[in-house]
T-cell receptor
Framework: AQSVSQHNHHVILSEAASLELGCNYS??????LFWYVQYPGQHLQLLLK??????LVKGIKGFEAEFIKSKFSFNLRKPSVQWSDTAEYFC???????????FGSGTRLQVQP | GAVVSQHPSWVICKSGTSVKIECRSL??????MFWYRQFPKQSLMLMAT?????????EQGVEKDKFLINHASLTLSTLTVTSAHPEDSSFYIC?????????????FGPGTRLTVL
């Protein structure tokens, strides 16, 4: 079964700081990877996804993630965060057998103005 | 596009009653929908996979007789919490899977907060 680990549970940054959130997954086969964001009081929104091809994927709102197969990682990055990026971020690999997502524990990002 | 709605957004019920939650894909057809449960400040836990026209597939530890799932059409799945108890109080979230032009991607509904008194 697929498992996923998000190492940073709570991150506090100042505006304009750079962000990197770690995500490691366990599955060694074909993997589809997603990052979702949940703003306070809102529902989950898709940030970006990786299926194949260029391992550096760009998403909405200036976010990007890099798939490193050798490290089983799919870290999320943003060069300069804004206060509006305050949210919960979830990494979710797709179990290609069941076609179901496995969610990481989430990282709460707090950006201070 | 790719909008998923849930109804109701919140519900309060007495212990022992049943509650039905609807999940609709508004602008696409979804042969597969998923039901998740999210506890406060925790991640989403997959409860079951809802397949249009067939029985749902439940995750280990999820009681299928308690959480009835019906996926009657390509745009609607319902979750009925039967004989609800306070421990069933949670945030229930559905997602709808699309593979049409968007690869295999799930779009999430806004969730339903259930409080059982």
């Amino acid at each position: 079964a697929q498992s996923v680990s998000q190492h940073n549970h709570h991150v506090i940054l100042s505006e304009a700081a750079s962000l990197e959130l770690g995500c490691n997954y366990s599955y060694g086969g074909t993997v589809n990877l997603f990052w979702y964001v949940q703003y306070p009081g809102q529902h989950l929104q898709l940030l970006l996804k990786y299926f194949s091809g260029d391992p550096l994927v760009k998403g909405i709102k200036g976010f990007e993630a890099e798939f490193i197969k050798s490290k089983f990682s799919f870290n999320l990055r943003k060069p300069s965060v804004q206060w509006s990026d305050t949210a919960e971020y979830f990494c979710a690999p797709l179990d290609t057998g069941r076609r179901a997502l496995t969610f990481g524990s989430g990282t709460r990002l707090q950006v201070q103005p | 596009g790719a909008v998923v709605s849930q109804h109701p957004s919140w519900v309060i019920c007495k212990s022992g009653t049943s509650v039905k939650i609807e999940c609709r894909s508004l602008d696409f057809q979804a042969t597969t929908m998923f039901w998740y449960r999210q506890f406060p400040k925790q991640s989403l836990m997959l409860m079951a996979t809802s397949n249009e026209g067939s029985k749902a597939t439940y995750e280990q530890g999820v009681e299928k007789d308690k959480f009835l799932i019906n996926h009657a059409s390509l745009t609607l799945s319902t979750l009925t919490v039967t004989s609800a108890h306070p421990e069933d109080s949670s945030f229930y979230i559905c997602s709808a899977r699309t593979t049409s032009g968007r690869r295999d991607t799930q779009y999430f509904g806004p969730g339903t907060r259930l409080t059982v008194l």
